[in-house]
Nanobody
Framework: QVQLVESGGGLVQAGGSLRLSCAAS????????MRWYRQAPGKQRELVAA???????NYADSVKGRFTISRDGAKNTAYLQMNSLKPDDTGVYYC???????????????WGQGTQVTVSS
């Protein structure tokens, strides 16, 4: 009933920047928190950044000062601006969102399919 589509990944040199987008569509009444996770090869998925419906944010210590999460409520889209990228930032980046559906009760969590980010040294 809800689809999340990430985009903006790619290959970048260390020190470079990328901007990821996560667009939600479907039977959406409202979206509460939206989050970005990443998973490096052989490692567990980890939370990178989160943003609530009122704009409050939090970040993993490893990305503070380099990454910025934002959202456009009208477009149901979250963004992750990534600056000063390091090889350790390499991984598949996933977004998720806590969504209230039209004509339904409760809040449901949906995931996107992921976008690859590769940072070369």
């Amino acid at each position: 009933q809800v689809q999340l589509v990430e985009s903006g990944g790619g290959l970048v040199q260390a020190g470079g920047s990328l901007r990821l987008s996560c667009a939600a569509s479907g039977r959406i009444s409202s979206i509460n928190a939206m989050r970005w996770y990443r998973q490096a090869p052989g490692k567990q998925r980890e939370l990178v950044a989160a943003i609530t419906s009122d704009g409050s944010t939090n970040y993993a210590d490893s990305v503070k000062g380099r990454f910025t999460i934002s959202r456009d409520g009208a477009k149901n889209t979250a963004y992750l601006q990534m600056n000063s990228l390091k090889p350790d930032d390499t991984g598949v980046y996933y977004c998720n969102a806590d969504v209230a559906l039209i004509s339904a009760t409760g809040v449901y969590r949906y995931w996107g399919q992921g976008t690859q980010v590769t940072v070369s040294s």
